[in-house]
């Protein structure tokens, strides 16, 4: 039998990838199907944490629901029960503290995080990227961007072409999804050429090129607040505190995260 073919061998990577990847969206679409509580401790997060957290929080007392850091805002404003709500921005996290959910005394920044742009069998461009890497990449194909009015990876995303010049000539290829994971799983899938997503997501595929990455100086901060929400269990204040620990920090780190000025 004659060995595969580099395009049969790029097909079952392809597949294997969009298979990891479509598991996560299945859990996604279950985020608020949660059992009963008791000792174990809530925590909503933003859906770019996924493997992450799960990492740095193992053998703790926990179930994790994931999303974009506006529906899990909304849930909590809605009255979803949660301890612990990691938000992928401060706005989101601004808009549950003022509706009286979280605890602005608990509020700290958690992590950082960079933007980059991805594809498939695209050429590696500079760091930060210009102008002209980004229309090399994009070409003339759907861009796959987090919800860009709503969710913090899309709002990021929506900063940084328009900081380069280049929102409104991309604007109308821009497919928009749910969280920045489902951005993610479109590329892969072949749904769309190109993508922005974080960093630390675009590790998760490694089928995929990271083009570049888009300069701080397009976009806000990306950085994660953590806070206590207004009914946390008395067991949350341990595990909350546990995601600053050394410990906690380094598998962080291990991920691609990055540390907050005072962290």
Known sequence: ?????????????????????????????????????????????????????????????????????????????????????????AAWMDTAEAAGVTTPASRKPLLTNRLALVAFNARVGPTPLSRAAVLEAAGKGPIAMALVDAVPAGIYGKAALTALGLWERLSDRVVQADNVRAALLMVSRGGADTGIVYATDAALAPDLTVVGLFGADTHGPIVYPAALTTGASPAARAVFDALFDKETRQTFDAFGFGRPSDG
């Open 1 to 89: 039998m004659s060995a595969p073919s580099s395009s049969a061998k790029h097909r079952a990577r392809r597949a294997a990838c969009c298979a990891r990847l479509a598991c996560a969206a299945l859990l996604f679409a279950g985020l608020f199907t949660l059992p009963a509580r008791g000792d174990t401790v809530t925590i909503f997060a933003a859906a770019s944490l996924r493997g992450a957290l799960e990492a740095a929080l193992d053998g703790a007392p926990v179930r994790i629901a994931y999303a974009g850091s506006a529906a899990l805002a909304r849930q909590l404003i809605a009255g979803a029960p949660a301890d612990i709500f990691i938000s992928a921005n």
